[in-house]
C-alpha cells in the first residue's frame, strides 16, 4: 500500500488486541498511517528542547517559538 499524501506517523510497535474468543490479536501499527495534521518547524524546536534536552540558543526561546507559530496561523504575534 503506497503511503497517503498526507502528514502522518508509523509507530514501531504491535498492539496485542483482545478478540472474543479469549485470545488476542496483534495489531501491526507499523504498517497503519496515523493522520497527524501539519507538524511546524517551531513545534519540532520545542520538541528538541523540552524532550530531548537540547540547549536553547536564547533565553527567549520560548516566546520567538509563540511569536513564530502565530505568524504561520496567521495571527498576530506577541510583540
Known sequence: MPAPAIPHLHVSAQL????????????PLDKLHLPTGYVTLPAVVRMLIEEFGVRPL????????????????GRPGTR
Do not use: G, K, M
Open 16 to 27: 496485542i488486541v483482545p478478540n472474543p474468543a479469549n485470545a488476542s490479536d496483534t495489531l
Open 58 to 73: 536564547t533565553a527567549t526561546w520560548q516566546t520567538r517559538l509563540i511569536e513564530a507559530e502565530a505568524t504561520l496561523q
